[in-house]
């Protein structure tokens, strides 16, 4: 096979990566983080359907060549952006969804395509062809994550076309078509880049904001692997109105103006004009911690738009450290909104760290007075649920353990979250801090914590120190003095809230971090969609990618290789993509960068599975040695990965970076090499299993990524884990699912 057929490979592999994060970004952005999980399921059922289409078109003697597959999946690529960003979601939603289901799969469709007619016409070098492929959509993965700063979602989708369209050019050669095909994509890449709002404009889905139209005035933009950020001012609204939901409403003084920043046009926080009179901060529900403390050491987690600093150096903090996760916020504040913001990240006295907090805090020797954590989620999305599917590490029992365990001596605790009837929101946050107080051997843990309620907004505050009556008096006396409610009253534990905190479980662990996922008396918007997903999901794997293949060949697939092969192929397929999130949710809390980890892990995981696949070729594995050793190595790989943690976690971020390309490196060396073997295996005895074993495999992994999800809201990532581990032993076992095929009886081919 000539080396043109490797680099094409290679190059549409990776375009498929950078279309998928580019995907991912702009789904994120203009419809919610719980329909990115249709982006998952969406490229995978893309993949399988290129297996498809090979296997019926491929055995024709007119059939698209490989040159016209790689224009077509560039062509598809720009195709889905503008489709995407020209209907608005807001009036047609359902049609909004089905367009970006459709458009969004096609690329994937393309490059599976060449991928899998490579395969059937050598299925004896699988090992070398899969490694490429998973070479390839390492390389996009890391280049997705370096470049979307300063490419943006467009943009990103522009280099996928153009790599897709330069494999054009190196299978078919320096033909008209193919050279016009990447100048074009180069242009638009361009264009993209520097205008792509105007040619792609944001939508605004159910529950996001738009942040271009009338009476607003959009100030700027900031695209970041963890969201996309956009400023925003509107006009006309009377100052202070932006943050009236947690100022006493009798406060008549003058307030500053405030600029709106909004992450993937939802969760919002305010910039307050630094120039303005700053005072009204002192009549704030969140200015109620400083009522027990002078001149404290704070910390405040997820700074956004910098009010918890202005309301620090109003109270006169002695020290203001801060953890902002997101790069682009850090970038805006510290740049062109610094001169609006009165350079508030640079001021006297603060200390702004771009990390993420769970990191930071458990890396950090430091204790404070004051740990202070403000909600920043949006409350239209907290009110249709659109956040339950969000893993938040910021919210699990172990994370508030973490911040007691840095409060000093007389210290607070202060966490802010809207407070709505039911008050599921700040019920599930006293959970945490009663269990984190109890683990640290509090005998009466509901003496330490109190929690204020005004309007929407609700601050729970958790002392080192039990409420005596004095202390219990000043949050008694200032929620009076500024017209808010003790919603809990720790020597005076009656009402409501005290009710209802009585019977609220631990919310949220580390290994099943769904803080959002109690539903109460309503069933969330993200749940109905997860589990509406799987229906369209099954039905669509079945109707598109296996009915018709399964028409094509027949009989092939009730021998007892064939049966082999749909066995293999479906474990591996579930195996996989559950070996994968939970690695990825690990190096999440590790890392403490959530982009890193994902363009680091999934990085690293696809090159040890590209080596893992090349050894493949010159080893003599076998599908069986190869699946027990996977089966091993995620078992031990996720048992052993805590303590791993644990000693390394004081590391430099580079270090720690590298132990994390080496655990994911490891675990997919035996990974890769199992799928490669089924796919030899089958060749060697019909080209048409190629095809079969490739879309199988596809449907199993649209499958799974949504089981994943389910599981582990139920059972927690570890157990997520131990399922990717048994689907593996279940590709040793021949005989699976009552398979009654006699072991040793056909010995499959070994790859070469």
Not at 75 to 81: G, T
Not at 95 to 120: D, E, H, K, N, T
């Amino acid at each position: 096979m000539p080396v043109s057929r490797y680099v094409c490979i290679a190059l549409v592999s990776a375009a498929a990566l950078l279309f998928q994060v580019a995907q991912t970004r702009l789904f994120s952005s203009s419809y919610g983080y719980h329909l990115t999980y249709l982006v998952i399921s969406v490229s995978l059922l893309g993949v399988g359907s290129g297996a498809t289409l090979s296997g019926v078109f491929d055995r024709r003697s007119r059939r698209p060549s490989l040159s016209t597959l790689a224009l077509a999946a560039a062509a598809s690529a720009l195709a889905a952006l503008f489709l995407e960003t020209h209907i608005d979601p807001g009036v047609a939603l359902p049609a909004a969804i089905l367009v970006a289901y459709v458009a969004g799969a096609l690329p994937f469709v393309f490059a599976s395509w060449i991928v899998v007619r490579s395969l059937r016409e050598a299925p004896s070098r699988a090992g070398r062809l899969y490694s490429v492929d998973l070479a390839g959509a390492a390389a996009g993965s890391l280049f997705a994550f370096a470049a979307l700063p300063s490419l943006g979602a467009p943009g990103l989708y522009g280099v996928s076309a153009c790599l897709s369209a330069l494999a054009a050019v190196v299978i078919a050669g320096p033909r008209l078509r193919p050279v016009v095909g990447v100048v074009s994509a180069f242009a638009l890449t361009v264009a993209l880049t520097l205008n792509g709002d105007a040619m792609a404009p944001p939508q605004s889905g159910p529950a996001k904001r738009p942040v271009y139209g009338t009476n607003i005035t959009h100030l700027e933009t900031r695209w970041d692997p963890h969201a996309r950020v956009d400023v925003i001012h509107y006009e006309g609204l009377p100052a202070g109105a932006l943050y009236l939901n947690f100022i006493d409403p009798a406060y008549t003084a003058p307030r500053p103006d405030a600029a709106f920043m909004l992450l993937d046009q939802s969760a919002a926080t305010q910039i307050l004009d630094g120039s303005g009179d700053l005072s009204v901060l002192r009549a704030s529900i969140i200015a109620a911690p400083y009522e027990l403390l002078s001149r404290p050491h704070v910390l405040i987690i997820g700074p956004g738009g910098g009010i918890d600093i202005q309301n620090a150096l109003v109270h006169d903090a002695s020290q203001v450290d801060a953890v902002e996760v997101n790069r682009g916020v850090s970038s805006l504040m510290r740049g062109p909104l610094s001169d609006y913001n009165g350079h508030v990240y640079s001021a006297a006295r603060v200390n702004v760290v771009e990390d993420e907090a769970r990191s930071y805090i458990r890396r950090s020797a430091d204790r404070y007075d004051l740990i202070l954590m403000t909600v920043v989620d949006s409350y239209a999305a907290l009110a249709s649920g659109a956040y339950a599917l969000s893993e938040s590490y910021l919210y699990t029992a172990e994370a508030f353990h973490d911040y007691l365990g840095h409060i000093a001596d007389h210290g607070v605790l202060a966490v802010g979250r809207f407070y709505r009837e039911p008050p599921i929101e700040m019920l599930n946050t006293a959970a945490l801090g009663v269990e984190a107080l109890r683990g640290r051997g509090v005998a009466d843990p509901l003496a330490h914590i109190a929690v204020l309620r005004y309007l929407d907004f609700g601050l729970l505050i958790v002392r080192d120190d039990a409420f005596d009556a004095s202390s219990a008096a000043a949050i008694r006396r200032f929620a009076a003095d500024h017209h808010f409610t003790v919603a809990f009253d720790p020597l005076d534990r009656t009402g409501p809230f005290a009710e209802g905190l009585a019977g609220t479980p631990v919310p949220a662990t580390d290994d099943r971090p769904f803080f959002f996922a109690n539903p109460g008396t309503n069933v969330p918007i993200a749940y109905l969609i997860l589990f509406g997903a799987l229906i369209p999901a099954v039905v669509l794997s079945w109707g598109l990618l296996l009915l018709p293949l399964r028409r094509v060949m027949g009989a092939a697939l009730v021998t007892s290789i064939g049966r082999r092969t749909t066995v293999q192929a479906l474990a591996v397929g579930f195996g996989f993509i559950a070996a994968e999130i939970v690695l990825l949710q690990r190096l999440t809390l590790y890392l403490g960068q959530p982009a890193l980890a994902l363009a680091v892990g999934l990085a690293a995981l696809l090159v040890g599975a590209a080596a893992g696949s090349a050894a493949s070729a010159r080893a003599r594995i076998g599908v069986s040695r190869a699946a027990l050793a996977s089966a091993i190595v995620v078992t031990v790989a996720f048992l052993a990965f805590d303590r791993i943690a644990a000693a390394t976690l004081p590391w430099p971020l580079l270090a720690r970076g590298a132990t994390a390309c080496v655990v994911s490196i490891a675990i997919g060396l035996p990974l890769g090499s199992v799928f490669p073997s089924v796919i030899a295996s089958a060749g060697a005895h019909d080209d048409g299993l190629v095809a079969w074993a490739w879309a199988v495999n596809g449907a199993a992994s649209v499958i799974g990524s949504i089981l994943a999800v389910v599981a582990a809201l139920t059972i927690g990532f570890t157990g997520v884990g131990f399922i990717a581990a048994a689907c593996y032993i279940l590709a040793v076992l021949p005989s699976a699912s009552g398979l009654r095929l006699r072991v040793g009886a056909e010995r499959s081919p070994q790859p070469t």
